[in-house]
């Protein structure tokens, strides 16, 4: 009995050893490419015959000697539910609930990822959110030194008020648009990662790095991780009960015997607290004469990734969210100040990548009025709550993202591909330059991947934000702006055939890098599908397109194409946002009036005007043209 026991286990082993493996993203409820052929593929047992039969199809492969094998099944139309079974003579596998509609592939970084349940109206779309037939599927962050054949996880998901708030919420209002107009199952692929650099979405090839060297340095990186996740575990093992109580941690008689010294500025990551995100309160004190705390201070507490409330003395006296890159300057009244001793305390929230208090030592400091700013130092450091990973460093390394997270899925059959990301590469003017080699290089390189080289690529331009890495003049026109010049960039890359760009001017938020209104971002991609991609002549998918310009005196004459005719103020009033600069190159603030198709342009403080631009800020300040359907006009330059 004990022998027959052991052969039916050895039966067993042989049997799960040679059972097929698919990739992740083929399961249950999956959404397949209509009137494409459709690709299969996965692993077995070396030399097995692998048959796969689905909605009347069928084809046998043999698997290679590494056991891979990959098969092609003739196109379908749109339909299901039908079950593509796969059967090896091993351990045969159905997939049930499949559907054949419409398939796009969603990338970039947060703004594509932000979910769903953390926008404007959110309540309401979840609630109205029940449609079987749109079906999204979440990559998990993932990282990898070499190009992966399987993806770390993932499932297909119908949208419900139970799911949909997890949804990536500009895929999923193009889902909701697209399913309108085509009336079949539409899956989104979501493949994103808040605060990723393009240079981690490309492959290695294209940007002409060594394989091997990334391979060498993705093993030195999970090394080193394994190291400081040690030390950082260690650092919070002081606090055993994490999340604390810190209700009480504002008020300025904290008992902080158990908090630990910090160095301001600097971020966490880099003092022994690696690979944690969550949320850490910062202590530091100043003194005051009498006649400095009657008069009140300016208070510098650096720039804080993400988020921070800061009080004095227990009395709160400035807030700012998600700004990670600016200097925070709260006035601090009197009322809030002591003769003496003075207690801040700072609550940072860091929900990804870097964490804690940054910036130059110069932005931190407390300044009397009428005095110099004077060093503000000391400073002391508390865990509220944590989470520990060390993940969020890896989307600003090269390929890393696209090894573990875009190669996996190979041809899998996609419509298209929606694309929205660029924040984290418009830092500094050399890196939004860049960008314009960079973007059409990863097009046309997942182009080769999926050998579509026409396949449909929309993307949405940088909406505005105060990013602080602009530089302006006295009246506040910008001298320097990386997030303009990125936006030109993304605009440059429109020479490609079989792409579009959304243009989002007048929906951000320029105090949140993360604008919470996410319906206008995925109902205008869905108009740059319907008219690029499905072929709808009627639809308006873009406003005003700048096509030339011409000096005429003290004048510029900007001309516009007639797609979007006629030209028209954005809200009414005034049309704003246009500047014109002389030989000298400072531009000046320019009047502007729509004359048909044109925009003329001239300003009392340019009487020989050489060059115009419109929207040239970080912010893309005031910007307010718009063609007839409302959409508002592209950023530009007439000139570098």
């Keep these: 009995m004990k022998s027959l026991f052991a052969v039916m286990g050895l039966a067993a082993l042989a049997s799960s050893a040679q059972a097929v493996e698919l990739p992740r993203v083929f399961a249950d409820g999956m959404v397949l ?37 990959r098969a092609q099944l003739a196109a379908l139309p749109a339909g299901g539910p039908y079950v593509l079974s796969i059967d090896d003579k091993a351990a045969p596998k159905q997939l049930r609930d499949v559907y054949v509609g ?3 592939l969603a990338s970039g970084q947060s703004n594509m990822e932000w979910p769903l349940a953390q926008t404007d109206g959110a309540e309401a779309a979840i609630a109205a959110a029940d449609d079987p037939l749109i ?42 648009q697209l399913r309108a107009r085509t009336g079949v199952a539409v899956g989104i692929i979501d493949s994103t990662w808040g605060g990723s650099t393009i240079e981690a979405w490309s492959d290695a090839a294209t940007q002409g790095l060594d394989s091997a060297a990334l391979a060498a340095q993705a093993a030195a990186l999970r090394e080193a991780d394994t190291k400081a996740l040690q030390v950082t575990h260690a650092n919070l093992a002081r606090w055993p009960q994490l999340p604390a109580d810190a209700s009480h941690w504002h008020e300025a008689d904290v008992d902080a015997a158990q908090w630990t010294t910090i160095t301001v500025p600097g971020l966490w990551e880099s003092q022994g607290w690696n690979g944690m995100d969550g949320v850490a309160w910062y202590r530091a004190s100043f003194r005051l004469s009498a006649d400095e705390a009657a008069k009140g201070v300016t208070l510098g507490v650096g720039r804080i990734d993400d988020s921070d409330t800061t009080w004095v003395n227990g009395q709160q006296v400035g807030e700012t969210k998600l700004q990670y890159n600016l200097a925070r300057r709260y006035s601090v009244p009197a009322s809030a100040l002591h003769v003496g001793l003075n207690h801040v305390a700072v609550r940072v929230q860091d929900f990804g990548g870097g964490g804690g208090i940054h910036g130059e030592a110069s932005e931190v400091f407390v300044q009397p009025q009428g005095a110099a700013a004077r060093a503000l130092d000391g400073w002391s450091f508390r865990v509220e709550s944590a989470q520990v990973a060390l993940v969020d460093d890896k989307n600003q390394h090269p390929t890393l993202l696209y090894n573990a997270m875009i190669h996996p899925l190979q041809d899998y059959g996609v419509r298209g591909v929606l694309w929205y990301q660029g924040e984290s590469n418009a830092n500094t003017l050399p890196q939004a330059q860049k960008y314009r080699q960079q973007f059409p290089a990863l097009i046309t390189q997942w182009r080769a991947q999926w050998k579509a080289p026409a396949l449909p690529f929309l993307w949405v331009q940088l909406a505005p934000f105060s990013s602080g890495a602009d530089k302006r003049d006295a009246d506040d026109v910008a001298l320097e702006s990386p997030w303009a010049l990125l936006r030109e960039s993304q605009s440059e890359t429109l020479s490609l055939p079989a792409t579009g760009q959304v243009v989002v001017t007048d929906v951000g938020d320029v105090h949140d890098i993360h604008p919470r209104n996410k319906r206008t971002v995925g109902d205008r991609l869905a108009l740059a599908a319907g008219k690029l991609v499905y072929g709808d002549s009627t639809v308006v998918a873009s406003g005003p397109s700048h096509v030339g310009h011409d000096v ?30 002389g030989s000298d190159g400072h531009f000046h603030r320019a009047q502007a009036r729509i004359d048909g198709n044109r925009v ?22 005031d910007a307010n043209l718009t063609g ?8 530009f330059r007439t000139g570098p």
Aim: net charge positive; glycine share 12%; hydrophobic share 40%.
């Design 600 to 621: 003329i342009l001239q300003s009392s403080a340019v009487q020989a005007p050489v060059a115009a631009r419109y929207g040239w800020s970080d912010t893309a300040q």
């Design 552 to 581: 005429q005196g003290s004048s510029v004459v900007l001309r516009f194409d007639a797609g979007a005719a006629p030209l028209q103020v954005g809200g009414g009033g005034e049309l704003k946002g246009f500047e014109v600069a």
């Design 102 to 104: 419409e398939v796009w």
């Design 135 to 176: 079906r999204h599927f979440k990559i998990p962050k993932s990282w990898a030194g070499a190009p992966q054949w399987q993806l770390t996880g993932g499932d297909w998901r119908q949208a419900t008020p139970r799911t949909a708030g997890d949804f990536s919420a500009v895929a999923y209002y193009f889902a909701q």
């Design 628 to 635: 007839a359907t409302g959409l508002p006009a592209s950023p």
């Design 33 to 69: 490419q209509r009137d494409q052929p459709v690709p299969v593929w996965g692993k077995a047992a070396p030399g097995a015959q692998v048959r796969i039969d689905f909605a009347g199809r069928q084809v046998t492969v043999k698997a290679a000697a590494d056991g891979n094998w």
